[in-house]
């Protein structure tokens, strides 16, 4: 520890520490009685402890506890549209690897979609997970939008992203027929 300046230090010399000015001596430091506060932390989680055991044991709620919402209202038609612009967008993405498939895809997109809104109607639990899936904002309409480019330029530029997709695709049209 060092003495305290007098101003502001302008050379090595000036400062206590190189002036040949001895430091002042530390105060003692001060003992703690670490058994007394050992002993004060253990008898606190026991009484902690004791306290807890009191308790009946508690357990986590389950969703069925929870109170249940209303279901989701359907109006007529809600995802028919939805869904088979999911479709035709899913074909659009399938054509580039497999062009009979992607055309079947979209051939049958609307017949899905009227499927599925059926399906909703008829289902409060399906209505909300399409609803979820639906609900994709617009960086999941960006994303969806830029996709079936992305597929294209993957097709053209990379020739063995073309072949395990061909090969995939004989693959799993061999599994169909059998």
């Known amino acids: ?11 090595a010399a ?28 253990a008898a606190a989680r026991d009484k902690e402890a ?4 009191d308790k009946p044991p508690t357990r986590r709620r389950t969703k069925e506890e929870t109170a249940p919402s209303a ?3 359907y109006t007529n038609g809600m995802f028919k ?9 899913a074909g659009k993405v399938t054509s ?5 498939i992607g055309q079947a895809i979209i051939g049958q997109a609307e017949v899905c979609g009227t499927a ?7 289902n409060p639990k399906v ?32 020739p063995t992203f073309r072949e395990r997709m061909a090969s995939g695709i004989a693959d799993s049209i061999d599994q169909m027929s059998e």
Request: aromatic share 10%; charged share 15%.
């Open 1 to 11: 520890m060092t003495a305290p300046v007098q101003g502001p230090i302008k050379t």
């Open 71 to 73: 279901p989701l209202p």
């Open 127 to 158: 209505r909300k997970w399409l609803l979820s899936l639906t609900q994709t904002g617009a960086v999941g309409e960006l994303i969806f939008a830029h996709l079936p480019i992305f597929m294209a330029a993957l097709v053209a530029y990379s």
């Open 14 to 41: 000036e400062h206590p520490r190189f002036s040949g000015a001895e430091a002042p001596e530390a105060p003692p430091v001060k003992r703690i009685d670490t058994t007394a506060a050992r002993e004060r932390i």
């Open 81 to 89: 549209a939805p869904i088979t612009l999911f479709y035709v967008q």
């Open 96 to 100: 580039y690897a497999s062009q009979p």
């Open 116 to 122: 599925w809104d059926a399906v909703a109607k008829q």
């Open 50 to 53: 004791k306290a807890a055991s």
